[in-house]
């Protein structure tokens, strides 16, 4: 069992590694200062609008990185962990955090600039896993797979489902307008891959001379 963790651990890039650590361990850390009446993690990084407004921005990103309870942290961290292990072979950290920073602070700016009056503040990796299950899609989608109690789905029927079930569950525990919110998160997602195609595309292909040629066939 160590050996396989071991090797999992390996297979990730160290960008990878550090994002599946900041969501995995700052909810303990939170749970141990909130029982422990020391510090409250929720108070610092949760997002709220009025308080961005104030000049805390780290909230559009922070806040990302803190479940709405036990259950969403299990699940969320189940995914994330999923998802950055298979796009991590297409992937590099550093393109990662862009794509995860991107579609993390796009809806809480549009949550900012509308002034949502929410209750409380909000936490939640939604935007980030929509955007990345938007990835799986685009990279993957034909492929087929077994998604437990639904047999076997193409990526992109399992994505839809998962990107639903999402969807529900925001809708639910934070109201229609952060979950709109969220969905605009895991749209940007998607138009950062679909722009990112366009310029690969566009690259001028490159002529190789002989010699090149030469050793690509031996």
């Known amino acids: 069992m160590k050996t396989i963790w071991h090797n999992w651990l390996s297979s990730l890039t160290a960008g990878a590694r550090l994002l599946l650590a900041l969501f995995g361990l700052l909810f303990p850390l939170a749970m141990a200062g909130h029982y422990t009446h020391t510090f409250e993690l929720y108070s610092w990084l949760a997002?709220?609008?009025?308080?961005?407004?104030?000049?805390?921005?780290?909230?559009?990103?922070?806040?990302?990185?803190?479940?709405?309870?036990?259950?969403?942290?299990?699940?969320?961290?189940?995914?994330?962990?999923?998802?950055?292990c298979v796009l991590g072979r297409n992937w590099s950290g550093r393109e990662l955090w862009i794509y995860c920073i991107l579609s993390t602070v796009v809806p809480s700016?549009?949550?900012?600039?509308?002034?949502?009056?929410?209750?409380?503040?909000?936490?939640?990796?939604?935007?980030?896993?929509?955007?990345?299950?938007?990835a799986w899609d685009w990279l993957y989608g034909r492929e087929r797979i077994i998604l437990l109690g639904f047999g076997e789905l193409s990526v992109r029927q399992a994505a839809c489902v998962v990107a639903l079930i999402e969807v529900l569950i925001l809708l639910f525990c934070l109201g229609w307008l952060t979950t709109l919110a969220m969905i605009i998160g895991g749209?940007?997602?998607?138009?950062?891959?679909?722009?990112?195609?366009?310029?690969?595309?566009?690259?001028?292909?490159?002529?190789?001379?002989?010699?090149?040629?030469?050793?690509?066939?031996?």
């Not at 308080?51 to 969320?76: E, H």
């Not at 700016?109 to 938007?134: D, E, S």
């Not at 002989?210 to 050793?215: D, K, L, N, T, V």
């Open 47 to 84: 997002f709220s609008p009025a308080l961005v407004w104030k000049g805390q921005v780290w909230r559009l990103l922070t806040y990302a990185f803190l479940p709405n309870g036990i259950l969403d942290w299990v699940v969320s961290l189940f995914w994330l962990a999923t998802l950055v």
């Open 187 to 218: 749209a940007t997602g998607w138009f950062y891959l679909f722009l990112r195609g366009k310029r690969f595309m566009a690259r001028p292909g490159r002529a190789l001379d002989s010699a090149r040629i030469a050793r690509l066939e031996l």
């Open 109 to 134: 700016l549009v949550l900012t600039l509308v002034r949502q009056p929410a209750a409380g503040a909000i936490a939640g990796n939604g935007a980030m896993i929509l955007a990345l299950l938007a």
